[in-house]
């Protein structure tokens, strides 16, 4: 379950990509994974999840940050593939 800091940080981020990043990022990154920290509107754009996150956790070690993937709805899939 999702702390309310960490929801607000969520929110926070979505809104800084909807508004100020995605029609850049969209045709410039499409498929990367951008890291925001919300407090300063710092980003990070990586191949890999891992790659944004620690480009954010380099830059501001003490803060909460969310990520995306550019493009899509959701960063990650999770699921089980049946037979």
């Known amino acids: 379950m999702l702390t309310d800091r960490a929801k607000q940080v969520a929110s926070k981020a979505k809104e800084i990509y ?9 045709t410039s990154d499409y498929g990367k994974f951008v890291c925001i920290e919300p407090e300063s509107g710092d980003y990070y754009v990586g191949n890999t999840i891992d790659e944004a996150v620690n480009q954010s956790i380099d830059a501001h070690p003490d803060r909460l940050t969310h990520t995306l993937r550019i493009g899509f709805s959701a960063a990650l ?3 089980v593939l049946s037979q």
């Open 18 to 26: 909807g508004e100020r990043l995605r029609a850049h990022l969209e």
């Open 77 to 79: 899939h999770l699921g």
